[in-house]
């Protein structure tokens, strides 16, 4: 192979290296800026997820105070005045005051789609925070934990109405004292409890979502 042979070799295949590097400089360049546009996007909905999910948590955090306040409470505070007097000592008033809640059958609905859309998402392990992780397994934890608890009681409350047939009778205050064994128990103050301490628990977890 002579000389010019040679040199045009070598230029050819300097042109080809060339063009090859910008050929990979341009693949490279365009795998960043595809990477950062998904990250990007990734990070945007990512946020997007965690404020619906925050907004879902709110939601329950409001139904779990209000069934507490509304329910729980008052009947715990029942149960707390039959344990600490007999039947016959009972003061009509009192009676009267409890009845409206006494006789109330809780109905208690967990919103849970907007983490269920989060974990399905795949997005949840770009959470770089694994307290927030934690803190939000454990609020949905506790949110299923106080449905059963409170389907439980709703079913032995109809249970035990059945039993002494008070759907079939006119009601009253004094219709109590038929169930005056169902509601001395320490159920309601147990469950009132536990909606206190899954209030906690979300509260805690909201404020991590700021």
């Known amino acids: ?8 070799l070598t230029k050819e295949i300097g042109k080809y290296l060339r063009e ?7 693949i490279a360049i365009t795998f960043t800026i595809s990477n950062w546009i998904e990250s990007r996007n990734n990070k945007k909905e ?3 997820n965690l404020e619906t999910v925050k907004l879902e948590l709110q939601e329950n955090l409001k139904i779990v105070n209000d069934l507490n306040r509304d329910f729980y409470k008052h009947v715990a505070g ?21 009845s ?15 983490f269920e859309m989060l974990k399905t998402s795949g997005l949840m392990r770009l959470i770089k925070d694994k307290k927030m992780i934690q803190a939000l397994w454990n609020s949905y934890f506790f949110l299923e934990r106080l449905k059963i608890a409170n389907d439980s009681y709703r079913q032995i409350e109809i249970t035990e109405m059945e039993r002494m047939k008070f759907f079939s009778i006119k009601t009253s205050t004094f219709d109590l004292s038929q169930l005056y064994g169902f509601y001395s128990n320490r159920l309601a103050n147990d469950l009132s409890y536990s909606f206190e301490y899954a209030s906690k628990v979300i509260e805690e977890t909201l404020s991590q979502l700021k």
Do not use: C, H, R
């Not at 192979?1 to 045009?8: E, G, H, Y």
């Not at 090859?20 to 341009?26: C, H, K, Q, R, T």
């Open 46 to 48: 990512l946020e997007e």
């Open 1 to 8: 192979m002579n000389n010019s042979n040679i040199k045009f």
């Open 100 to 114: 409206d809640y006494a006789l109330y059958i809780p109905d208690f609905i967990v919103k849970t789609s907007a």
């Open 20 to 26: 090859l590097s910008v050929v990979v400089v341009g």
């Open 78 to 98: 029942f149960s707390n005045y039959l344990q600490n007097n007999d039947w016959q000592n009972l003061n009509k008033d009192s009676l009267k005051y409890y």
